[in-house]
């Protein structure tokens, strides 16, 4: 893809912060980690030692989950511009991330040489989980042949040196925010296969072996990017106003929560737990930390005069 062919990155529109912010399970407060007026921050990842990780200005970085120091940039060499699409290994030393020319790339969280994961298959890749045992990644394919890019949409599986690349969705259509179960045996997504409506999207899982493919949520509200917990008992999700298309930035939207209970029939009473000015940016990506006990997210909000 050349420069004029990849989407503007985003920045702050005047009077607006980007929040770095932590929901506690046990509570249900919220509290901000880190406010930028100046950099939009997007997609936080929680590593085990207790950082963040961001992405902002194409560039990746890190901060203290207590907000005791600002975030500090990777120094990641040969990384391409980032987007808001990166997980990290389960055992914390590699971040995966999408970039600018549409391809997965792996570079240490403390920073050094960037290896491309994808190969030129004439495909754009956008990464969203990671198998819990580190050996596979999830992330969305599409093929850019006519306008709509998104038609094309297949959830695909990738080993981590860019091996064994697998289709296991064959539905062409919008889909997005694939990521594994704690146990690895399903991967759950947002689609809208299920709805003549375009735009709306809703909820659903699919074995890792392509087969078994069910939808969980069936509302009037268009949802997006389900993340399950690590002890694999809570889900939390994007749910955006009725009629919306696609995942964009600015609007009213609420992070809503799933007891799963062990029944389907959980996903059907979800919880509103935070009411927010965002979309794009708030949850693109695996947000638990690693013990199930917090949920990260960024919210856009604008000053009033």
Do not use: K
């Not at 696609?246 to 059907?268: I, K, M, N, S």
């Amino acid at each position: 893809m050349s420069d004029e062919e990849q989407a503007p990155r985003r920045t702050l529109l005047l009077g607006q912060s980007a929040r770095i912010r932590i929901w506690d399970r046990a509570s249900g407060e919220v509290r901000t980690v880190f406010e930028s007026t100046e950099r939009l921050y997007e997609a936080p990842n929680w590593a085990s030692d207790e950082r963040l990780l961001v992405n902002g200005d194409g560039l990746l970085w890190t901060l203290p989950v207590d907000g005791s120091e600002p975030p500090r940039e990777v120094p990641a060499t040969g990384l391409p511009p980032v987007n808001n699409d990166h997980v990290l290994s389960p055992n914390g030393q590699t971040v995966f991330a999408s970039t600018n020319d549409w391809h997965i790339w792996a570079v240490p969280l403390a920073g050094g040489a960037a290896r491309r994961v994808t190969r030129d298959d004439g495909g754009m890749h956008f990464l969203h989980g990671i198998h819990p045992d580190g050996t596979r990644l999830a992330y969305v394919r599409l093929d850019p042949d006519g306008e709509d890019w998104w038609a094309s949409a297949t959830i695909h599986t990738v080993e981590t040196d860019g091996g064994d690349d697998i289709a296991i969705t064959s539905h062409p259509g919008p889909a997005d925010g694939c990521e594994w179960t704690p146990d690895g045996q399903w991967v759950l997504f947002n689609t809208e296969q299920f709805s003549t409506a375009a735009g709306h999207s809703q909820l659903a899982r699919i074995r890792s072996d392509g087969t078994g493919l069910e939808q969980l949520t069936f509302d009037q509200r268009v949802n997006w990017f389900p993340h399950i917990s690590p002890d694999g008992e809570v889900v939390v999700y994007l749910s955006y106003p009725s009629g919306t298309t696609g995942h964009p930035a600015d609007l009213p939207v609420e992070l809503r929560l799933v007891h799963l209970g062990g029944t389907r029939d959980a996903w059907q009473h979800p919880t509103t737990i935070v009411a927010l000015n965002g979309g794009q940016g708030t949850i693109n990506v695996p947000s638990w930390a690693p013990d199930s006990t917090a949920f990260a997210f960024v919210d856009y909000p604008v000053a009033t005069v």
